[in-house]
């Protein structure tokens, strides 16, 4: 006789399918839409070309372009996004606070600020090594300022006081930036480009930039999504049911801050990827982080392919930042909750 | 077993809890009351493990118990906890299960088994499916209780456990405790604000005031007019162990 089992908040695996099933779509629709004409059918049979080797008769030319031009970029947009969003999902479950996301906190701006510090330190230009490590710690340096300001004024109980204080150590941030760079001109442009979050690859390169950081971070994040569900009962009976909670709180934000910052570092200030889309999973699925994550890294990535795909054809030639198409989005969106939720929120 | 041997706490140079001694045997239910600002959360919160204090406290024995070890033997219920809105009631009672599974583990199915027992047990099988935030009042206290339980642990501290019900759902859950505490042989701690109810309930009663022990007892001892007038500031009569509001004439 089996033991009867109760209906818990899992993954079913018809939401991983479909989840799946939505990013696959995305990469496609992003892969094939540009100025060379490149059908839906070309881009898997180049995918099947370059995996497995086996010639299915698509042209060097447009294999070229859809392996070389068109796929980096789709990938680091679909890395980027799952880590921004899945970096955002994170954090609303560590301060319980539906509407924290690396933007809200600071801690993009952080990683923003870390970054240009490299670039311009970097006496060739481009983008150095070290600009990831040096996002990292403006990122974390940012969230904990804002945690701690939020905690001097409430103990980071209320929803606001913790926004109110990552939106005030942004923007300090930002000023310092702004600072830096007018004493630098010559790195204005470069950095600018840059900071207005664009997934611009050059090949493959920033694809492999990226993905260790993925994934350590998201891989660690998802071993964290049981205890994410154990710290929204609150930290006292979190702790007496065994768990640490003030060590699982700091890896958790740990990571999120990491993620944050490579995502940061190879495509600058993308807002509201972190926001929108772990929210909107969590209207369709319920609250428990053990869906959210895993469905936020999908769901993320998806996103963010489809935002890069307008961005590049909405007006091409000429590309608009994809910070800009995903702040028509998630800006609204983030107006919408307040208006849903305003009276809720504490 | 717990034993406090001259407990204090001091938040500032507050002093909320000052050389408590007691002595708590296994099977028994400590009902703790007094007035408001007493310090009767502070000395559930303290035997929880979450208020730092000078003195000692031992469970079964033991002193400073590490979080893990801690878990197994004590559950513990706040007077206001988190509920996370949205999350149903399935969820939230295995959450109870954690001090029970590997770090990073999921449950098996004894811990499935468990929860269906306590979800049974506190007429709360209908109910799995619902969301927290739907919940009347009494059921959501059951459903934090049934939480406090699926840690089978030996020893449940209750802070307040009927603070917001209304009267026929604070019988129903003391009744409750009272039968799981003899069919699982249940150490309880609650805090308590009716003094009827304390008295009808528990076996013994610990009147604290301003963070000392005043009284320690069975209820007819604790339960006295002259205490209660002394340390409540009411006007009450007792009679036959029911404490009765008295107006001035």
Not at chain 1, 121 to 129: E, F, Q, R, T, V
Request: neutral net charge; contains cysteine.
């Amino acid at each position: 006789m089996t033991t009867p089992r109760l209906p818990l908040a899992r993954l079913k695996p018809s939401w991983l399918a479909g989840g799946l099933l939505v990013l696959g779509v995305s990469v496609i629709v992003g892969a094939a839409i540009g100025p060379a004409d490149v059908s839906m059918g070309s881009v898997v049979a180049t995918v099947f070309e370059r995996l497995l080797g086996a010639d299915r008769g698509v042209s060097d030319r447009l294999a070229g372009i859809v392996w070389e031009i068109r796929l980096p970029r789709v990938a680091l947009g679909l890395l980027v996004g799952g880590m921004l969003s899945v970096a955002g999902g994170a954090y609303q479950g560590v301060f319980r606070n539906p509407l924290a996301d690396p933007y809200l906190l600071g801690a993009a701006a952080g990683a923003g600020l870390g970054a240009t510090v490299a670039i311009v330190l970097s006496a060739n230009g481009g983008n150095p090594a070290w600009a990831t490590p040096a996002a990292f710690v403006g990122a974390l340096a940012a969230v904990g300022l804002a945690t701690a300001i939020g905690s001097a004024i409430d103990g980071n109980r209320s929803t606001a006081t913790l926004l109110l204080a990552g939106v005030a150590v942004a923007s300090f941030l930002t000023a310092i930036q702004t600072f830096i760079l007018q004493r630098r001109v010559d790195t204005v442009q470069q950095v600018y480009s840059w900071i207005l979050g664009r997934v611009a690859t050059t090949g493959w390169d920033e694809v492999w930039q990226v993905t260790p950081y993925a994934v350590v971070c998201v891989g660690m994040l998802f071993w964290y999504r049981r205890a994410l569900d154990v710290l929204a009962v609150g930290d006292d009976v979190a702790e007496t049911l065994g768990v640490n909670a003030r060590r699982t709180r700091l890896v958790i934000v740990v990571l999120a801050s990491l993620a944050t910052a490579a995502a940061v570092s190879v495509s600058g200030l993308i807002g509201f990827v972190g926001l929108v889309v772990p929210h909107m999973i969590r209207l369709l699925s319920g609250p428990s982080y053990r869906v959210i994550l895993p469905l936020a890294f999908l769901g993320g990535g998806a996103f963010l392919v489809l935002a890069d795909t307008v961005a590049r054809q909405a007006f091409a030639p000429a590309e608009i930042p994809i910070g800009v198409v995903t702040a028509f989005v998630g800006a609204p969106f983030f107006m919408w909750m307040l208006l849903r939720g305003g009276r809720s929120l504490p | 077993m717990i034993t406090c041997s001259d407990v204090s706490v001091s938040i500032g140079n507050t002093s909320i809890l000052s050389g408590v001694d007691v002595m708590i045997p296994e099977g028994q239910w400590l009902g703790v009351i007094g007035p408001n600002g007493a310090g009767k959360s502070t000395l559930l919160r303290v035997l929880a493990g979450r208020q730092a204090h000078s003195g000692n406290v031992r469970i079964n024995g033991n002193s400073g118990l590490g979080r893990k070890r801690r878990s197994h033997l004590i559950a513990y219920l706040e007077q206001s906890p988190l509920v996370p809105a949205g999350m149903f009631v399935a969820d939230y009672v295995m959450l109870g299960r954690t001090p029970h599974l590997s770090r990073f583990g999921s449950e098996r199915d004894v811990d499935h088994e468990v929860v269906i027992d306590v979800l049974g047990r506190l007429d709360l099988r209908d109910l799995a499916g619902r969301r927290l935030d739907t919940l009347s009042g009494g059921e959501r206290q059951r459903v934090l209780i049934g939480r406090a339980l699926a840690q089978e642990a030996p020893i449940v501290l209750l802070d307040e456990p009927t603070t917001s019900l209304d009267l026929g759902h604070q019988q129903e859950v003391l009744e409750l405790l009272d039968e799981l505490r003899s069919t699982k042989n249940l150490t309880l701690v609650s805090s308590m604000h009716d003094l009827t109810l304390a008295g009808q309930y528990p076996d013994v009663l610990m009147l604290i005031d301003r963070g000392r022990v005043v009284a320690h007892g069975p209820a007819e001892e604790v339960l006295t007019p002259e205490l209660i007038v002394g340390h409540y500031r009411a006007r009450v009569e007792v009679r036959d162990g029911v404490v009765r509001p008295v107006r001035p004439s």
